[in-house]
């Protein structure tokens, strides 16, 4: 499968830290992000402090609002690696 490129773990970040951090590089509150997205805040709060799962559909809707890819949220701390023999 050389079409593929292997990932690994960079650093230790959970889901809800991912889009806390997103969130707060666009310099936006929970409240904020809650008008954007539909998503109540408490909602976001409990996403952010990783008590309920992010799922798909809000992936997709928080990406958006936060322009960035929904696998920035999802898989946080990946990194593609270009594998030297290929």
């Known amino acids: 499968m050389k079409e593929f490129i ?3 773990k960079r650093i230790e970040v959970s889901v809800g830290d991912s889009v806390r951090i997103m969130r707060e590089l666009q310099e936006l509150s929970q409240n904020d992000l ?9 909602t976001l709060s409990a996403i952010e402090n990783d008590r309920i799962n992010l799922g798909v559909e809000r992936a997709k809707v928080l990406a958006r609002a936060l322009k960035c890819h929904p696998a920035v949220l999802v898989f946080p701390g990946w990194d593609t690696e270009q594998d030297s023999a290929a």
Request: aromatic share 0%; proline share 8%; net charge positive.
């Open 6 to 8: 292997k990932a690994k």
């Open 34 to 42: 809650a008008r954007l997205t539909g998503i109540p805040q408490s």
